[in-house]
């Protein structure tokens, strides 16, 4: 393969990153072809000992999404940390989605139920006084405070779990990472580093 056709692919693997990281490390491969060529070695020899440009742009896509998520733990830094690690290996789409298919809905059922939980405890605080319940407005007000608050409160434990089953896919997706890196790194010792 030529310096061309590498530096081509791992670009193309990395689209959606933001440029300057997409920069930073095009910029570090052109380094390993040049010290390659300063050293006698052929271009194709270079990319031998580099590797799949695929397979690295979908590691070092899913270090800056592992990294974002740590940054900024938002809903989308998550989405985008889950997708970095589904990308790393197919096999453990296989395996990972159909858990991780569950985990969400389960998650996003529990969701809709304290939004509603919520919302019920809204219509009795605001209608209860006017309905004529038992135990008078008084009742009727503190029950729709207490559904408030309680949907309230689970909805924090809710994003609590959340946050800890992403924490927890981090750090699969390290693991798996790390396991994978010393399977490369015989391919890139032999050559450029």
């Not at 858990?99 to 059922?109: D, N, P, R, T, Y």
């Amino acid at each position: 393969m030529t310096r061309q056709a590498f530096m081509a692919r791992l670009r193309e693997g990395l689209y959606g990153l933001p440029p300057t990281m997409q920069a930073d490390i095009v910029a570090d491969y052109e380094i390993h072809f040049n010290e390659g060529a300063a050293a006698g070695r052929s271009e194709a020899e270079v990319a031998a000992a580099l590797g799949d440009p695929g397979r690295l742009a979908r590691e070092l896509r899913a270090e800056a999404g592992l990294k974002r998520w740590e940054v900024e733990r938002s809903a989308s830094a998550g989405a985008s940390a889950v997708f970095a690690v589904l990308g790393l290996g197919a096999i453990d789409i296989l395996i990972l989605l159909p858990i991780l298919m569950g985990v969400a809905s389960a998650v996003f059922g529990v969701g809709v139920a304290v939004l509603a939980l919520f919302f019920a405890g809204g219509v009795v605080f605001a209608a209860g006084p006017f309905s004529g319940l038992p135990g008078g407005p008084a009742a009727a007000i503190l029950a729709g405070i207490g559904l408030m608050t309680g949907a309230a409160s689970l909805g924090a434990v809710l994003s609590i779990v959340t946050i800890g089953l992403v924490n927890a896919l981090v750090w699969y997706g390290r693991l798996h990472y790390r396991l994978l890196k010393p399977a490369l790194e015989p391919q890139m010792s032999g050559g450029v580093q």
